[in-house]
């Protein structure tokens, strides 16, 4: 008997060191552009889902916060059966948010079926959207796919796609919640009354909405004001999660807001192209999270869209951009399905007309 224990006790001896010397190779001999070559932030260690997320919570607050099938996917690892959730069927136009944090993820115009029973896209919504980590669970290796913002577990990606670079993010639907273009332009086209933010009469009538980040709003907002064809402006604060932020909360750089400036213009007077345009002429679109003299995550450079044409347009110039050989450093502008705009204090409102400051560093 005892030397049937020592046998069984040998042969899972060899079982885990097998499994350890496997795991190892795999990660000796992975190719480094698993998880670090792909368009996002690359995560390498393994653990916890939390590691370089922006928005840190206890498995006990996340458990308080998401149901029980969101906890299950998003914080414990696991997989919904497939062809059960309530995305993989269905093709609204609209944007797919982290249903645990709210942060953009996925477009529609992305989503295809690949035939596995999870929504499939063939990538993120920006380079800066989802992050990844190298995952040896079920005797492979996997790359999971995780929200930037809040480290929350959404799926996998694979080399099986149909677009050039062949990728297929295989996500949980649980893990996504949606809005449709409409919901997010009807939202941003509210523009407040009042002296800060009137709005100019339209000769055609027509009136459409932008939103821009491109550092300090102050100047941002002096600049767009003087471009013919806008017909108002409103600075405020957009791209995070915090609920109402206060332009204190947001210098902490820990609400995930951008400042930026919401812009209503006159179509039939100026395009949207043009504005993207006048945007990349007013800021350097090659400093990460900062402008001039003003660093962290609230200066960055970023277009917020609010429809399919919008973010369509946005690429294509920041495309030209890149190619005219006139930036001396990487462009690093984001293009983001736009989220809820918070309408900033009233002094940052029109602040170079009432004080004859242009910018904090524009």
């Known amino acids: 008997m005892a030397a049937r224990s020592k046998k069984m006790a040998l042969w899972g001896l060899c079982l885990v060191l097998g499994w350890a010397g496997w795991t190892g190779l795999n990660a000796l001999l992975l190719p480094a552009s698993s998880a670090a070559g792909l368009e996002g932030t690359?995560?390498?260690?393994?653990?916890?889902?939390?590691?370089?997320?922006?928005?840190?919570?206890?498995?006990?607050?996340?458990?308080?916060?998401?149901?029980?099938?969101?906890?299950?996917?998003?914080?414990?690892?696991?997989?919904?059966?497939?062809?059960?959730?309530?995305?993989n069927d269905f093709w609204g136009k609209g944007t797919y948010s982290c249903a645990a944090c709210g942060a953009a993820l996925f477009d529609s115009n992305t989503k295809y079926d690949h035939g596995t029973g999870w929504?499939?896209?063939?990538?993120?919504?920006?380079?800066?959207?989802?992050?990844?980590?190298?995952?040896?669970?079920?005797?492979?290796?996997?790359?999971?796919?995780?929200?930037?913002?809040?480290?929350?577990?959404?799926?996998?990606?694979?080399?099986?796609?149909?677009?050039?670079d062949k990728k297929h993010y295989c996500i949980n639907s649980v893990a996504l919640k949606f809005t449709p273009f409409e919901a997010a332009a009807a939202n941003d086209k509210s523009v407040s009354t009042g002296a800060s933010s009137a709005v100019r009469p339209s000769p055609s009538g027509l009136s459409e909405t932008a939103v821009f980040a491109a550092g300090c709003f102050w100047g941002v907002e002096y600049k767009f004001e003087q471009v013919p064809g806008v017909l108002a402006t409103e600075v405020g604060y957009t791209g995070g999660l915090t609920k109402n932020p206060s332009y204190a909360d947001v210098c902490t750089d820990a609400t995930g807001h951008a400042e930026a400036v919401r812009v209503t213009f006159d179509p039939a007077k100026i395009s949207y192209e043009e504005l993207v345009?006048?945007?990349?002429?007013?800021?350097?679109?090659?400093?990460?999270?900062?402008?001039?003299?003003?660093?962290?995550?609230?200066?960055?450079?970023?277009?917020?869209?609010?429809?399919?044409?919008?973010?369509?347009?946005?690429?294509?110039?920041?495309?030209?951009?890149?190619?005219?050989?006139?930036?001396?450093?990487?462009?690093?502008?984001?293009?983001?399905?736009?989220?809820?705009?918070?309408?900033?204090?009233?002094?940052?409102?029109?602040?170079?007309?009432?004080?004859?400051?242009?910018?904090?560093?524009?």
């Open 42 to 87: 690359a995560l390498v260690s393994s653990g916890d889902q939390d590691m370089s997320a922006k928005i840190k919570k206890s498995e006990k607050d996340w458990k308080a916060e998401l149901t029980p099938d969101q906890y299950k996917v998003m914080i414990q690892c696991g997989t919904e059966p497939p062809f059960s959730g309530a995305f």
């Open 277 to 362: 345009r006048k945007f990349f002429s007013f800021h350097d679109p090659t400093q990460l999270d900062r402008q001039g003299p003003d660093v962290g995550t609230q200066y960055r450079s970023a277009i917020f869209y609010l429809n399919g044409d919008q973010k369509s347009i946005a690429e294509k110039i920041r495309a030209e951009v890149e190619k005219s050989g006139g930036l001396r450093k990487r462009l690093v502008t984001e293009i983001v399905a736009a989220s809820e705009f918070f309408k900033a204090e009233d002094y940052h409102q029109k602040y170079y007309d009432k004080n004859k400051i242009k910018s904090c560093g524009i």
């Open 119 to 164: 929504p499939s896209f063939t990538s993120a919504a920006s380079g800066s959207a989802v992050a990844f980590k190298d995952d040896f669970s079920l005797g492979m290796h996997r790359v999971e796919v995780l929200c930037a913002s809040c480290g929350a577990h959404l799926g996998h990606v694979f080399d099986d796609g149909p677009g050039p």
